[in-house]
C-alpha cells in the first residue's frame, strides 16, 4: 500500500521509512530480536527525516 523510501538504524532499531498517500510512516524493530517496536507517523519538519537522506537515490532527478 505504501512505499518504501529507506532505512536507518537508531539507538538499537531498525527505522523503515514509507510514504502513504502523503504521510511518512516509520515502522520499528528491535535490532536484536527483530520484533516489531512501534510504528509512528514522522513529521515532515523532524529532524529525524534527514537522516534517511543519505540513502535517497536522486540522481533521475538531477540528470535531466
Keep these: 500500500y ?3 523510501i529507506s532505512e ?3 539507538y538499537g532499531h531498525r527505522i523503515k521509512l514509507y510514504i502513504v498517500e502523503s ?3 516509520e ?3 528491535n535490532i536484536h530480536s ?3 517496536v512501534q510504528v509512528e507517523i514522522l513529521e515532515p519538519e523532524e529532524g529525524r527525516l534527514q537522516l534517511y537522506a543519505k540513502d535517497v ?3 533521475s ?4
Excluded: Q
Design 2 to 4: 505504501g512505499e518504501f
Design 8 to 10: 536507518i538504524v537508531y
Design 23 to 25: 504521510l511518512y510512516i
Design 27 to 29: 515502522v520499528f524493530t
Design 34 to 36: 527483530g520484533k516489531l
Design 57 to 59: 537515490d536522486i540522481s
Design 61 to 64: 532527478l538531477i540528470n535531466k
